[in-house]
């Protein structure tokens, strides 16, 4: 028989230790984690950044990465975004009764990669079992902890008129690899997840730029356009972006056109935009092209629309960029 | 009609903007948390602890307490049993479709007011919605970060033979709360949990006796028979405990004599074991006692049996204390 996860392994007594034991600290164990106490000493100094984030995303593999991948990369690059290097997660689990071991493992073993690649450390943890039907497989809370890089100075009242907008890479990937999942899609080539950890990438632009770089934001969930949306209402400036400038791969903007969705809605796991100084445009485009040759400049700042982003198309039309309104994917991250 | 939390509130667009503001931002603001970045940032030196703790309690609303006080006090309290000082939280809701936006901000207040009272912050967040039937209500992970106090040595290798340890108040009380609610038991008094905030308490045993105090660790789930064994199951040594000692309030101890639960294995919200070296043994017990007068000393560490509890009946009879084996009480915290 397989074995699955039981309302035992949450009770907190011989069953949970098992667990513990067999799958967490055999995979995850560490110098600070294998202390076991209530919570992890970490000896720290300076500006830290402190983040968290659950993830619900549905389904919990999917082409590209699983919820545990996403788990350890959504939480580092929120702590990226803070321009910080993100050291430290916890990792909490609430698994439905049910579970099977072979897939919590699976899960687990993929945070454990993920977490080595992006150079961090999981160092404390919590797991709690619910009943069937009170879950749905399994969520995970990541919080992190990261040192902010002396040389950074990322906050939203930095941002000038005239800074220019770049994004690492096209948009839209992660939304349509879940959503092909769900809707049992089948494309010539497969949507892939662009799930990936940013830290390197944005360590190197501030290490460069310093605090010419003005703001970092990853675009998660609702997309690149509410990520822009969240900045122009809190500052006094507005927004132009060049339609052509955002790609778009072939295979997610068919994805897209078949559901009727618009990618710049839709959820990204490895994308990010940062609002940096013009002087330094051609500098920053070249780094961020060597990394992805389809990163780009997707549009600027400007004081001449508060509060307003204004798209421009290839043909020189214009419209208005509206908020998300109403839930377009829900479970996407 | 009664407003609802629905799909939309976690889509990440405009809804999501509107509860963060008209709930999260007016009830938890502050000049940390209003910089609604992708993280906080900190300014904290030396040795810090960090914690995490997903809450999944039900009922959310219970005697003495709801989730909300056991998310903040629960990892207020895990920072402390580290001897830190806890000082910021995150606060991370996973909510199911449905749940009545009025219970969501009696929460939310009630959060608040808990962590005002342990002096902690809440500094940065995260709301996911999940579809019906793929949660239960609400479920809260918390993470916090501490300051390690100078004077603080807490380490399970610390513990040495002889060693005498206390708890700091009645045992069983939060478990049968919860459980009475579930049940519809009716008692001549009620039972109220015991969630509470310790790090007061904690921060005047170790500035007073230092590394004196050789280890802390509050008995939560699996209740105070399993921590202690998950202390002898890492050391070479074992407990003796006194069971006129262990005290249970009336109307606990009969609620549990009706379930047929052993109040050493019933979680708790507010109790903590304190392990300290023998020569401070009556001091300890006073400062304790000046803050619960049930407060007491029910065991001390033995190299006689090593990696067992021992405990001795007010009539001198010895029986061991097993591991609890199985689940008791699921989602009682």
């Known amino acids: 028989m397989k074995e699955i996860i039981n309302l035992q392994h949450g009770g907190g007594g011989e ?4 667990l513990l034991t067999n799958v967490i600290f055999k995979h995850l164990g560490n110098s600070v984690l294998n202390v076991k106490h209530d919570g992890a000493f970490l000896n720290l100094n300076g500006m830290l950044a402190f983040s968290t984030d659950s993830y619900v995303v549905s389904p919990i593999f999917f082409k590209g990465g699983n919820i545990g991948e996403l788990a350890v990369n959504g939480t580092v690059n929120d702590l990226s975004m ?5 050291k430290y997660l916890s990792l909490s689990f609430i698994i439905e009764e049910g579970f099977p071991m072979e897939d919590f493992e699976k899960v687990v073993l ?3 990669k ?6 961090v450390q999981i ?16 969520y995970i809370n990541t919080s992190g902890i990261g040192v902010v890089n002396p040389k950074a100075d990322i906050k939203i009242q930095n941002i000038r008129e ?3 907008i770049f994004i690492n890479a096209p948009i839209a990937s992660h939304g349509m690899a879940i959503m092909s999942e769900r809707e049992g899609l089948q494309f010539e080539s497969d949507i892939v997840s662009d799930t990936r950890n940013l830290n390197f990438t944005v360590k190197k632009l501030i290490d460069t ?3 010419k770089i003005h703001f970092l934001r990853d675009a998660t969930r609702g997309g690149l356009a509410s990520i822009l949306h969240e900045i122009v209402s809190e500052i006094r400036l507005g927004i132009d972006l060049f339609e052509e400038n955002i790609k778009v791969e072939d295979q997610v903007r068919s994805a897209c056109e078949i559901l009727g ?10 994308v990010f935009a940062c609002i940096a100084d013009e002087t330094i445009a051609g500098e920053v485009l070249a780094m961020l092209r060597s990394e992805n040759p389809n990163a780009s400049q997707i549009g600027s700042i400007t004081s001449e629309h508060p509060s307003k982003i204004i798209m421009e198309s290839a043909f020189g039309g214009k419209h208005v960029v509206h908020a998300l309104a109403g839930e377009q994917l829900p479970r996407i991250c």
């Open 82 to 86: 803070c321009g910080a290097e993100p």
């Open 15 to 18: 069953e949970t230790h098992k």
């Open 123 to 138: 160092v404390t943890g919590d797991t709690k079992v619910v009943e069937r039907g009170k879950g749905d497989k399994i």
């Open 162 to 164: 005239k800074d220019v």
């Open 110 to 112: 993929s945070i454990k």
């Open 114 to 119: 993920t977490a080595e690649n992006a150079q």
């Open 209 to 211: 730029f310093g605090d």
């Open 261 to 270: 969705l618009d990618p710049v809605y839709v959820a990204n796991e490895g």
